[in-house]
């Protein structure tokens, strides 16, 4: 067995990459999980993303994700994988050969990691729309105060001080 791994393209600004690797560690340490973040000085960060101690170490249960963001040229590139060999080999081993129930567990911690890449591609790309509609938009200008003709009812200018239809004071 290899790895889950988990790699995609987002076309945006490069400079997103802080607040994609800010988002994805807030999720993920709110959800419990122990996050360590490096920045890179290529602009990129890495993160990794663990949980559970030694017995679910031993029955295959402890979840383990390497995430790495990176700039491609004005793009972001992110891959997120999970090492099968590295965090199941002992206890697969053991499983295969006494505690074979425990394969049932081991089974459903490996689909359970799979699911974690999702889930940063997921974030990554609700931050990149979050901030990109941000940046489109322009603060919306507070709308010029209109007036109406009390007599005919014509709209008119602001800065009016007289009807443009029938003449009457505004």
Not at 28 to 57: M, R, W
Not at 84 to 93: E, K, N, R, S, V
Not at 112 to 118: F, G, M, R, S, Y
Request: glycine share 8%.
């Amino acid at each position: 067995m290899g790895t889950f791994k988990s790699n995609k393209t987002f076309f945006a600004s490069p400079a997103l990459i802080p607040v994609i690797a800010r988002d994805i560690t807030v999720t993920f340490a709110n959800d419990g999980y122990e996050v360590h973040s490096d920045e890179l000085v290529s602009g990129g960060y890495d993160i990794s993303v663990t949980k559970g101690g030694i017995f679910k170490a031993i029955i295959g249960m402890k979840t383990a994700l390497k995430i790495h963001i990176y700039p491609a040229n004005e793009a972001i590139q992110i891959q997120a994988g999970v090492g099968i060999f590295g965090q199941q080999a002992i206890p697969l081993a053991i499983s295969m050969l006494i505690f074979w129930p425990v394969l049932i567990t081991q089974i459903s911690g490996m689909v359970k990691q799979a699911k974690l890449d999702n889930k940063v591609m997921d974030i990554a790309a609700e931050t990149i729309a979050r901030e990109t509609s941000r940046q489109s938009i322009p603060p919306a200008a507070p709308p010029a105060p209109r007036k109406f003709c009390t007599k005919c009812g014509k709209e008119n200018t602001p800065d009016s001080l007289f009807c443009c239809a029938c003449g009457n004071k505004l």
